[in-house]
């Protein structure tokens, strides 16, 4: 049981170093954007595909840690400042995706605020990973 409470905690190691390689081609198109030089066509590609793994894996892992709380610890899910941070980070990441989402369709050009979200979202989580060094076994 002790060597399974470490499987949120890696999980989402690797889930937020995807958002963190998501974060970087973003960085990389806005850097591009504007300084009006030549992009190139496969760096969107990448994002999206990064910035939508990380996400699934942030609301899997993010629905993992609660269920690790009662399950292998023997603890209320939502005692820990780490808990209330990690919902944070996980909304902040929600709400990134979907203004991302509406940038792929074309609907709107939200992409200051998408760019402002993706920081905060990843801010709060890593916030919440530090948080979470007490609760390891």
Known sequence: TRALAYGHPLWMSAALATAALAA???????R????GTRRDPAERGRHLRRAKLAVVLIA???AGGPL??????DREPFESAHAWFATLALVLFLATAWLGRRLERGRGRPLDAHALLAALALL???VAAVTGFVLLP
């Open 24 to 30: 970087r081609s973003g960085l990389r198109m806005r």
């Open 32 to 35: 591009v954007r504007r300084l």
């Open 60 to 62: 899997l892992g993010a």
């Open 68 to 73: 690790s709380m009662v399950w292998l610890r």
């Open 124 to 126: 709060t989580a890593g």
